[in-house]
């Protein structure tokens, strides 16, 4: 038997390799899809909505984030681990589910009222209250469409089968309904109605056919659930202190053309670190049982980070020339720029979501993402205010840098630690 042969009847022998390389396929698949349908939409909406339509979406969505993270509140990796380590146990994996639910619906009720007094008192929220309410809608359409449990239970195939609906759905939808500037309203409506259909057929699957039961909610669980994801929240939403803070203060300083052009600029980079978040979905539930495979995952995901970023840096100035107008064109500096960034992202991931969380070190990362975030949102207010679109760029991708390298220096630290116990 020669060594292909060999290596071919260890992997069919082989439970995880098997369920790693099927899921992968699927969130492959999910990814192409991914890429093909923003490609047909953005030269259209560009052209139809302009750079101030892409401005007030991006805006939006940067400010609607932060509502996202505290209604996410770090679930996508606590309840999936825990959800991972119990998924033969029906009546546990009830108890988490509809935890989970009721702690987000409680969560995203006292959002809507934040957000609702902010509009109140801000002009420039007043202002854009209208594209704000309605980007606003992704958050019960995330709620409703449970992403984690199908990644907690390696059922990579419903997750895929979901997305490209939905987004063949927003596709269909813009080419019909978006026909002027005035339109820009329709983008977040529509992802978020292709979000609730995909939720409603997804409850049913969780519910009526794999017989998970929703308990009705408890306070003391609700309390429970969201301490026990208390240092991922932390973790997940002080990075928007130099995210998406970055385009709102941008926003605030330059208007909405240079929001556009900025994200114009982030798109391309954002599509090239989904396709880098597939494999980190595809190996976190395998990590959570077995952390002996993670220097084979970070060699898989580091390299890979860096092809993305070189093809992009080189490639920037063609691809926002083909597919924006030439309003645009500064976007092309903005994505070089992001590109870099892809590498970083990468380190944090292999060493802070699939390393640090995994094996418990919430509070380690916590404390790395907290003092980097303070630092990049120092630096957004230094280089967005004196270098408007460039600056917000760099001071993102500064920000970044500072995570992926600090956490990969935290987690070596560990590793030593352990070979030396």
């Given at each position: ?6 290596a071919k009847s260890r992997f069919k022998k082989s ?340 390393y640090l969380i995994v094996l418990g070190y919430e ?59």
């Amino acid at each position: 038997m020669n060594k292909f042969q060999l290596a071919k009847s260890r992997f069919k022998k082989s439970n995880d390799a098997q369920v790693v390389a099927r899921n992968f396929g699927y969130m492959l698949f999910l990814q192409i899809a991914s890429y093909a349908f923003p490609l047909i939409t953005i030269p259209y909406l560009a052209r139809v909505i302009g750079v101030e339509g892409f401005g007030k979406i991006a805006f939006a969505a940067a400010v609607i984030l932060w509502f996202q993270t505290v209604t996410e509140w770090g679930f996508g990796y606590t309840a999936t681990r825990d959800v991972a380590k119990n998924k033969n146990d029906l009546i546990k994996i009830s108890e988490i589910f509809s935890n989970v639910l009721w702690t987000k619906i409680i969560l995203m009720i006292f959002s809507l009222i934040v957000l609702s007094f902010l509009i109140i008192f801000i002009p420039i929220f007043q202002e854009n209250k209208n594209i704000l309410l309605i980007t606003f809608l992704l958050i019960p359409g995330n709620i409703f469409f449970p992403e984690w449990f199908f990644q907690a239970l390696e059922r990579m195939k419903f997750i895929t089968y979901f997305g490209v609906i939905s987004k063949f759905i927003f596709t269909i939808l813009v080419f019909v309904f978006v026909n002027d500037q005035g339109d820009y309203l329709l983008q977040p409506l529509f992802i978020s109605m292709g979000l609730f259909f995909c939720g409603l057929v997804s409850f049913y699957l969780i519910v009526a056919k794999w017989g998970v039961r929703i308990r009705a909610p408890r306070w003391k669980d609700v309390f429970l659930t969201i301490k026990s994801g208390y240092n991922v929240f932390l973790n997940n939403i002080f990075p928007n202190l130099y995210n998406s803070f970055s385009t709102v203060f941008l926003g605030l300083v330059a208007g909405s053309a240079s929001t556009g052009i900025l994200e114009a600029g982030k798109k391309f980079s954002e599509i090239a670190q989904q396709f880098l978040n597939v494999i980190s979905k595809v190996f976190f539930p395998l990590l959570s049982r077995n952390i002996k495979v993670h220097d084979a995952y970070g060699k898989i995901q580091i390299s890979l980070s860096v092809c993305c970023a070189l093809v992009i840096f080189f490639f920037a100035p063609y691809l926002i020339d083909f597919f924006y107008t030439a309003d645009f064109n500064l976007a092309a500096v903005v994505l070089q720029i992001m590109s870099i960034s892809i590498v970083f992202q990468a380190l944090n991931s292999v060493y802070g979501t699939n390393y640090l969380i995994v094996l418990g070190y919430e509070m380690e990362l916590r404390r790395i993402t907290t003092g980097v975030s303070i630092l990049g949102f120092v630096f957004s207010l230094f280089f967005v205010y004196y270098f408007d679109i460039i600056g917000a760029a760099v001071s993102i991708t500064l920000a970044r840098g500072f995570l992926g390298v600090g956490v990969l220096l935290k987690a070596i630290g560990i590793k030593n630690k352990k070979l030396k116990g």
